[in-house]
């Protein structure tokens, strides 16, 4: 899990809101497995975060794109308890869910945050060891690490060697394996492609929809690689300077000029 020095804001209690959002943004068919209602996140005078509302339902895997600093790594701090939430609300399986992070991996949500992150200086079983350190039930965690294992024959082939030994799309894998030895119903990835080769970014678009197929772990991705993430996808958000500018399928984001607006800087102008 991430270190951080951020804060986790106490959020109000209040029952579920029905179906729709105050944001204006479509709201999805059927119960939503994960939800942010009217959701403000503030660092001092920078808003990252302007009540944004969105939803991701069980099985589905969801993207949230947009440029720079658009408050996309946000979204996914926020589910996790690591950012300051001034206003909204966090809802899992319909209930609020404002809890410490290791509970919150413990209810079922997994994030593996921007930039890999994996601890070079242990092994390739070891860094997976690290996903699950709580789980006490010797044999589950036996059981989830030849899961993993299997999912990743790469990971199992190294599994002694050190994780600085490996490449960078290595890694990666590890990082995602890392977040399923949560055994979470959602798996939260924060750019899982950044700074990999063409080649292995494809690779790991394939595996993330295996994960989701074979798993039928929920995804809630967040990604800069618009073309590859678009195909592997049911849905998509496009943020903007903190704000939820268009929801919907990948074809309702490629029919629109959505993206050339907010990487232009136009969108926000609308
Ligand atoms: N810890 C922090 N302290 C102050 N400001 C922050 C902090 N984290 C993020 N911000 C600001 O909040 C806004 C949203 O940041 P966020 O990291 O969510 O953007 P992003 O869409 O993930 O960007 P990127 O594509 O660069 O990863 C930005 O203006 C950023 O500078
Ligand atoms: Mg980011």
């Known amino acids: 899990m991430e270190a951080s020095g951020e804060t986790t804001t106490e959020r109000s209690t209040r029952s579920r809101p029905g179906s729709s ?12 497995l994960l939800e942010l209602v009217d ?7 920078v808003v990252a975060l302007d009540e944004v509302s969105l939803a991701v339902r069980k099985g ?4 949230v794109m947009g440029p720079n600093g ?10 996790m308890g690591l950012a300051p939430v001034v206003v909204g609300n966090v809802y899992w399986r319909q209930e609020l869910l404002a809890a410490a992070t290791h509970e919150i991996v413990k209810e079922g949500i997994a994030f593996v945050p921007q930039g890999r992150r994996v601890f070079t200086h242990l092994t390739i079983e070891e860094n997976l060891e690290m996903g699950c350190l709580y789980l006490n039930d010797k044999a589950e965690r036996a059981r989830r690490m030849s899961s993993i294992m299997e999912l990743f024959p790469i990971l199992n082939q190294k599994r002694r060697d050190l994780a600085s030994q490996m490449s960078g799309g290595q890694q990666q894998m590890l990082a995602l394996g890392r977040g399923l030895m949560a055994d979470p119903e959602v798996l939260l990835l924060d750019e899982p492609t950044l700074g990999l080769s063409p080649k292995v970014v494809k690779e790991v678009f394939r595996k993330v929809s295996e994960i989701n197929e ?3 772990t929920t995804i809630f991705v967040v990604e800069h690689n618009i073309k590859g993430v678009l195909d592997i996808v049911d849905r998509a958000y496009v943020l903007d300077m903190g704000r939820v500018v268009h929801d919907g399928t990948p074809h309702s984001v490629r029919e629109t000029d959505i993206l ?7 969108a926000s102008e609308r």
């Open 60 to 63: 589905e895997i969801v993207a």
């Open 21 to 32: 959002s105050g944001n204006g943004a479509p709201t999805t068919n059927g119960l939503a």
């Open 260 to 266: 050339t607006q907010v990487f232009l800087g136009k």
């Open 70 to 79: 658009a408050g996309k790594s946000t979204v996914l701090k926020a589910i």
């Open 39 to 45: 959701l403000s996140v503030h660092y001092g005078a």
């Open 214 to 216: 074979r798993l039928s």
